[in-house]
């Protein structure tokens, strides 16, 4: 059963505290995405990833957010340091990198954040 | 700017009946739409598509209409059941894009036994 997994599901951290996101895509995806829900945004791209090498992070605040794919089994997202703005449930989604109505992205259960 | 929109938040809607999710979108390079599910604490899930070039795709109780002119998509669920509610996301893409997508805010869709 091919899932993209996340770790870790919850976090709780206080202000100025560095938060590592990770990210297991499904084996076999070459495109990986990193979004951020909020209520006010819906879901937001911060970053995406094809074949490792990162297209585009315009959404990602970048003085504190960055993204990597050290290897094709996982990809990271870090917040330094963490602001309570930064508060959210934060999805890593993986795909094939089919372009159309096939591009169906495959999301992970996310992480819940919360920066106090 | 959002570029794809969900102006209802919620919708509650007749166990049986039929529930209608509505889209707007501003973008017209934007040349396919996808619709997800999202249960709580879970991550969303893909549920139907449909390229600009048709105007209704089918898939069971689910139909995606669209409405280039308009540019506005709507997507049909009949007989509603308990186990759709969730929250939809409406999503769009250009081929331009890469494998970009740009989702809207959700409606939070409430079935009524």
């Known amino acids: 059963d091919a899932r993209v997994t996340q770790t870790p599901r919850h976090k709780v951290t206080e202000m100025g505290q560095e938060v590592t996101m990770r990210c297991q895509p499904i084996?076999?995806?070459?495109?990986v995405f990193w979004y951020r829900q909020t209520m006010m945004q819906g879901l937001e791209l911060l970053a995406y990833?094809?074949?490792?090498?990162?297209?585009?992070d315009s959404g990602m605040p970048k003085d504190r957010f960055s993204a990597e794919m050290p290897d094709a089994t996982l990809a990271t997202l870090k917040i330094q340091p963490s602001e309570p703005r930064d508060s959210a449930v934060y999805f890593c989604?993986?795909?094939?990198?089919?372009?159309?109505?096939?591009?169906?992205?495959?999301f992970g259960p996310g992480t819940r954040l919360t920066v106090l | 700017d959002q570029q794809v929109k969900q102006n209802s938040p919620s919708l509650s809607v007749q166990e049986g009946r039929i529930s209608i999710l509505n889209c707007d979108y501003t973008?017209?390079?934007?040349?396919?739409f996808l619709w997800y599910k999202k249960y709580p604490a879970e991550g969303p899930t893909f549920l139907i598509s449909?390229?600009?070039?048709?105007d209704k795709n089918e898939d069971g109780r689910f139909t995606v209409f669209l409405n280039k002119s308009a540019k506005h998509l709507s997507l049909h669920i009949v007989p509603s059941q308990p186990g759709d509610s969730a929250v939809y996301f409406c999503?769009?893409?250009?081929?331009?894009?890469?494998?970009?997508?740009?989702f809207g805010t959700g409606t939070r869709l409430t079935i009524i036994p």
């Open positions: 989604a993986s795909g094939l990198g089919e372009g159309g109505q096939d591009n169906e992205q495959f």
């Open positions: 084996l076999g995806h070459n495109t």
């Open positions: 990833f094809r074949n490792r090498a990162p297209l585009d």
């Open positions: 973008n017209s390079m934007f040349d396919y």
């Open positions: 449909i390229s600009s070039i048709k």
């Open positions: 999503a769009a893409g250009s081929i331009f894009g890469n494998e970009k997508l740009t």
